[in-house]
């Protein structure tokens, strides 16, 4: 294993500073001279036409500058593909969910702007409600999006192997349904954003936005504004977790207000209208049928899936060929079936949360792998063992595995976890349950799909650091710090963080789907190795030896083995810049065209690079007399190829794994028979707070990916796509009762345990 | 249904603003102070991310009337350090990964100091009960907890 | 439907009792008194109340404190935070299932500003304080413009957010009787997640033992969030007088409080499990509060 000198440490965050003294600028923190506040009026009803929006008296009332609908745009609809576009600004024939967001004010004040909506007079019709999967495929179902005849969105599916020959080949043969709850994503900073118009009509969004790309093209698609009319800056960003992406109604209309009334403007939401009419993550029904051998191994999969997304495509699309395609890792799956279909809803809009489709799907296959486990009577970690993918695994669907430490996790985990310790002998009511799960490292999708790096290297010899991606929390400002210092031997303070604008930085696709390490840190070595280029012609010529022949460490440009012959790199700088009058900047891309851009419908293709692998033990003890649930202690194995901040990766695994816990155990997201959302505050609707999550222990199994940047993979997501079987699988370890439809909750349990003690 | 001149003691500073009885103590400190540093989120005291302390104990500032605030001595998260030399605490969470997205990190830095104010050696069973009303879903809390054991352990040690 | 800023209200300050009276006295259906304004701020948020004048009571001296006598048991003012009885060593002793109670509700940042009297005047069904102090025999003084009055805890609420405090009445206090020999109490929160939630269920028991048989010979065993009040679960409470205390017999009297207990099924949780629950909590309050004794 190569030792580096600030890749592989845990150096402190670029940002950790301004964030702990309460400095950082977040959407909401921002001010501009002159700037209005803005609120929206919400839709009480969850499916009605809108008849006609009366905002005469709001806009009487004093203070109140400009009033906006969804008329007020030019009515085309944007959409993630081409085919999916099935989203407006605003909505203008009728609403689609509770909370939708109608009417936009912005006036002088807060308080203006709120009792200006309580004078807008909406007039409604109510349309029959869509709630359910079930209820949207009924042959009669009211159609619930305005651009689409169906109800039915997006389908997939595939057909890897020979199915029908793995089936007849199997031992055992299990079918079990799943089906998981809706839930919301969480993150404590809720919607924000102030926009702005310059005097030449270009416009400057400053919002809490995930991947200023994706709100940017969908933006300027649906306000008829050219690409280079939107200038995006980032703020701090008050956690993402997928929930950010898309461009919503707050941009929307703080855009507009603000071409409207030439003023900044911003709308600041309060966290409740996140909880009600913001995204969530898809409900999911399943139907799994697995075969395997005596010992375990698996020879067929077959398996059904239906997402219920609320009354837009969004990622939907992606969401349900990604649960399909996702079933055939981590485990060896010779042969597989997979039939998904998503479908609209009027509950509100889902986009994907943290560990993707790949969390549904793992809780169901292996919670099914546990009972199959357990019916053959084969060891928990066994099986495991058994079927983890190994490195150069050649997916059923094309996807390939370079490098996987599976098995290293696996046994690190159960080790930590004393699962040995356990089979021989444990307290009553307490058990463990072991999940895997893997999870790629950014996939390559259609459109505007690379990552970009800039680095200027300023006349003192530091470096300024920008990308096109977005500080949510992940640590990606400071990866990519640490990774271009490595390559330009420099030490970590030496790298300056820069802002994210996108007149200087190009954007990337997104903070999304762990690519952010992966490409946008191959970016970065690019943008450094073509920094450090511009800097070894120019020592080549004072050492007087060629370029290829020179090393950079320590702040010396030197002869590769001999310090001693070499120049400071400040007077590489000073050369360039006083003397050459040659600026120094460093650009770098990475666009991985060797993988696939996989058709969603079909599944078949190599998607991504850099596939993470973890393995999760939780300990759990289980209240039999009130089903309470409590989470001792959470082992993580996790293959992150090279860890470039050791302490952060270990971070986001946790912060994963905690996640999962609330979606497991006490989130859902509530509505009554007329969709109308029923625990909007977190008063009810319960994440887990710090006394809620276990002990966190993570064990870092180092591999180095081949195409990861110094080895790295991806990190943020595993552990989101391990938990829930985990903490189903330990239920069950400890009270012998499954659960198969999420939350787990103490009803459910008391119920379950009630009905084995009948029998 | 007039403004109300008070004065408000911040952070060890003296101001006196015009403000309506309406106004929480949170709403004053960001918009009329400029001390963003707190941060609002549920506006009903149920996510911590408004926490401040108010007369050495944490408080939900969305829950608290600027008006009723005053005669008290406030601290935010833009007080704690001094300088450029930043109070045990925020050091800890720097070196421990006690922070990601940074936005449940004022609040919850604030009720760690309201503990170890009080209780300077904590269990961690202690800690996880001190940040209970602190909601994070970055982090998963490990690291926060192991930050303000390292601080209490860095505190003590002055001591 | 969504939470809001504060809607507009006249801001009071009272410095005495007589003051603050006379204000409610004068604004009467428009004005609201508050102390930690931590139920009434959000419900006006929600615009679910809309005072026009607001009486703050915490300058008034008479409602503050925590007073020990000796021979009438404790005073405790109505201001007095749930921080305050969280940090009271003789009430975590004395008086324990209402230092349970407290240790349990809301957050730190939330039992800094919350008060026992507020928690009281909410009179919601799953207000914590309320069953201890059943359990206990306190009572609550109110005086008004009429005089005072004094009420036990258990007939201090008539329904869902609805007391027997008049417009023109200010609780004042709550005493509790001194703990007698060879007795203790205990408070058992149910809850969806592990802090900063409501009562899902909540049993308070308050248990003397005879000292020659070491049997029962007082019960109080109080429920909270499984009616539209807080009540007494009387039918239990027969179960385990002049009987000795053990598991079975605990869950005897959990059985009988289960019977009393009429909570409805909502977002939080189903009717059956909160009944299932009365069962398991007042056994295992029972047998806390034994231990405690012993």
């Not at chain 1, 807060?110 to 909406?122: H, K, N, Q, S, W």
């Not at chain 2, 006196?16 to 506006?43: A, D, H």
Request: hydrophobic residues 40%.
């Amino acid at each position: 294993m190569e030792e580096y000198s600030v890749v592989g440490k845990s150096v402190e965050r670029t940002d950790g500073r301004v964030k702990v003294t309460g400095k950082a600028k977040y959407a909401g923190d921002l001010v501009a001279p002159g700037m209005l506040h803005a609120k929206l009026l919400r839709s009480p009803l969850a499916h009605a036409k809108i008849l006609s929006i009366d905002v005469s008296r709001a806009e009487a009332l004093p203070g109140v500058m400009a009033i906006i609908t969804g008329r007020d745009f030019p009515g085309i609809p944007y959409g993630t593909r081409p085919d999916t576009r099935d989203q407006l600004p605003m909505p203008i024939t009728k609403v689609h969910h509770f909370g939708e967001g109608v009417a936009a004010v912005a006036a002088v004040d807060e308080d203006t702007a709120e009792e200006a909506l309580d004078l807008i007079t909406v007039d409604y019709e109510e349309l029959p409600v869509v709630l359910t999967a079930e209820d949207a495929l009924k042959p009669d179902a009211p159609p619930v999006n305005e651009f689409s005849k169906s109800n039915i969105a997006y389908s997939s599916n595939f057909l890897f192997g020979d199915v029908e020959k793995g089936f007849k080949e199997a031992d055992y043969i299990r079918e079990e349904t799943f089906s998981s709850q809706r839930v919301t994503v969480g993150f404590i900073e809720p919607h924000a954003c102030l926009a702005e118009v310059d005097p030449t009509g270009r416009v400057l969004l400053q919002g809490s936005k995930q991947s200023p790309y994706i709100t940017w093209r969908h933006m300027c698609r649906g306000m008829e504004i050219p690409l280079s009319g939107m200038r995006i800056v980032n703020p701090f960003v008050g956690g993402g977790f997928s929930g950010k992406h898309d461009p919503f109604d707050v941009d929307f209309a703080a855009v507009k207000l603000a071409q409207r009334t030439g003023r900044p403007v911003k709308i600041v939401l309060n966290n409740d209208e996140v909880l009600a009419a913001y995204r969530q993550r898809n409900a999911m029904d399943a139907r799994l049928k697995i075969g395997v051998k005596k010992n375990g191994s698996i020879t067929a999969l077959k398996a059904e899936c239906i997402l219920e997304g609320g009354p837009i495509c969004g990622i939907g699309p992606f969401n349900i060929y990604y649960f399909g395609a996702f079933l055939n890792i981590p485990y060896k799956i010779p042969a597989i079936e997979y039939h998904g279909k998503l479908v609209y809803s009027n509950r509100a809009p889902c986009g994907t949360v943290r560990g993707q489709e790949i969390v549904l799907a793992q809780f169901a296959l292996d919670s099914l792998i546990h009972m199959v486990a357990e019916d053959l009577r084969v060891d928990q970690v066994e099986i495991r063992h058994i079927n983890a993918v190994t490195d150069n695994w050649r997916t059923a669907n094309g996807m390939m595995v370079d490098v996987s430490g599976l098995q290293e996790c696996i046994q690190r985990s159960a080790e930590k976890i004393g699962w040995k310790e356990s089979r021989k002998g444990r307290p009553k009511g307490r058990g463990i349950g072991f999940s895997c799960a893997s999870h790629p490292s950014g996939p390559r999708l259609g459109g505007h799909f690379g990552s970009s790096v800039m680095l200027k290297l300023v006349e003192d010899g530091k470096v300024i650091v920008t990308h096109g991606g977005t500080e949510i929390g992940q640590g990606a400002n400071t990866v990519f710090c640490q990774m271009a210092a490595e390559v330009l031997g420099l030490p970590f303070e030496d790298m300056i963080q820069g802002v994210s604008d996108s007149d200087t930085t190009i954007f990337d696709s997104g903070m999304f789907g762990d690519r952010c390490t992966y490409w946008d840190g191959n970016a970065t070595i690019a943008a450094a190795n073509d920094l450090k280029r511009q800097l070894a012609v120019i020592a080549a010529k004072e050492l007087q030896a060629s370029p290829e022949d020179l090393e950079f460490k320590n702040r010396r440009i030197f002869l590769k083995g001999k310090p001693e012959k070499g120049i400071d790199f400040l007077l590489a700088v000073r050369r360039a810049y006083y003397e050459r009058g040659e600026p120094l900047y460093g650009k770098g891309y990475w666009a991985a065209t060797d993988i696939d851009i996989v058709d969603w419908k079909t599944g078949k293709g190599n998607l991504a690079h850099g596939l993470d692998f973890i393995a999760t033990g939780i300990e759990v003890e289980v209240d039999r007399e009130t089903g309470k649930v409590k989470l001792i202690k959470g082992v993580h194995g996790d293959d992150a190829g090279q860890p470039i901040n050791p302490l952060m990766l270990e971070g986001q695994v946790n912060g994963g794994s905690a996640h999962m816990t609330g979606h497991a155990l006490t989130e859902e997201s509530l509505y009554d028979e007329k969709g109308r959302a029923l625990n909007y505050t977190w008063r009810d609707y319960k994440q887990p707070t710090s006394m809620d999550v276990p002990e966190y222990r993570v064990e870092h199994v180092h591999t180095h990916d081949p195409y990861g940047p110094f080895g790295a993979k991806g990190a943020g997501e595993a552990s989101s796509c391990s938990t829930l079987a985990a903490i189903a699988n330990g239920v069950y370890d400890a009270v012998g009762v499954r659960i198969k439809d999420l939350p787990i909750t103490p009803e459910k349990i008391l119920k379950a345990l009630r009905e084995k003690e009948a029998k | 249904m007039r403004r109300e001149e008070i004065a408000l003691k911040v952070n060890g500073i003296n101001y006196r603003v015009s403000i309506e009885p309406w106004r929480t103590l949170l709403e004053v400190l960001r918009e009329t102070l400029g001390l963003t540093g707190t941060k609002k989120s549920c506006n009903e005291g149920e996510c911590g991310a408004c926490t401040v302390m108010m007369d050495g104990k944490a408080v939900a500032s969305c829950l608290v009337l600027a008006v009723d605030a005053q005669e008290k001595e406030i601290l935010t998260i833009e007080g704690l350090a001094e300088g450029e030399k930043l109070h045990p605490i925020q050091e800890a969470f720097l070196k421990h990964g006690g922070i990601q997205c940074g936005f449940c990190t004022p609040g919850m830095v604030m009720s760690a100091k309201a503990l170890l104010d009080e209780n300077p050696q904590p269990t961690t069973a202690e800690i996880r009960k001190a940040i209970s009303g602190n909601l994070c879903r970055c982090t998963g809390y490990q690291h926060i907890v192991d930050s303000i054991m390292a601080a209490s352990g860095m505190m003590n040690s002055k001591a | 439907m969504f939470i809001k800023r504060l809607p507009r209200f006249e801001y009071h300050v009272s410095t005495s009792l007589s003051d603050a009276l006379r204000l409610l006295a004068e604004y009467g259906e428009n004005a609201r008194v508050f102390a930690g304004g931590t139920d009434l701020l959000v419900s006006m948020k929600k615009r679910e109340t809309l005072p026009k004048h607001l009486i703050n009571l915490k300058g008034i001296a008479d409602l503050k404190g925590i007073y020990d006598d000796e021979e009438k048991g404790i005073r405790i003012g109505a201001l007095t935070t749930l921080e305050e009885i969280e940090h009271s060593r003789m009430i975590r002793e004395k008086f324990g299932a209402l230092w349970d109670a407290v240790s349990v509700m809301a957050s730190p940042q939330v039992r800094s500003l919350g008060t026992i009297g507020g928690n009281l005047c909410s009179a919601v069904p799953s207000a914590d304080t309320a069953p201890p102090l059943i359990a206990l025999g306190a009572s609550v003084k109110m005086v008004g413009g009429h005089g005072e009055r004094s009420v036990a805890v258990e007939n201090f609420f008539k329904g869902p957010k609805e007391s027997i405090l008049q417009k023109n009445e200010i609780l004042t206090q709550v005493l509790i009787p001194k703990p007698l020999e060879k007795s203790s109490g205990a408070y058992l929160k149910l809850m969806r997640s592990n802090a900063t939630d409501l009562a899902l269920v909540g049993v308070a028991a308050y248990l003397r033992l005879d000292p020659k048989k070491r049997v029962c010979s007082e019960a109080r065993i109080a429920l909270g969030a499984v009616a539209p009040t807080p009540i007494r679960a009387m039918e239990a409470e027969k179960v385990l007088i002049n009987k000795k205390i053990g598991e079975e017999l605990a869950e005897e009297a959990g059985s009988a409080a289960s019977t009393v207990c009429h909570p409805i099924s909502d977002i939080r949780s189903s009717l059956e499990y909160r009944c299932s629950m009365v069962e398991v909590l007042t056994k295992r309050a029972v047998m806390e509060t034994f231990r405690r004794i012993a």
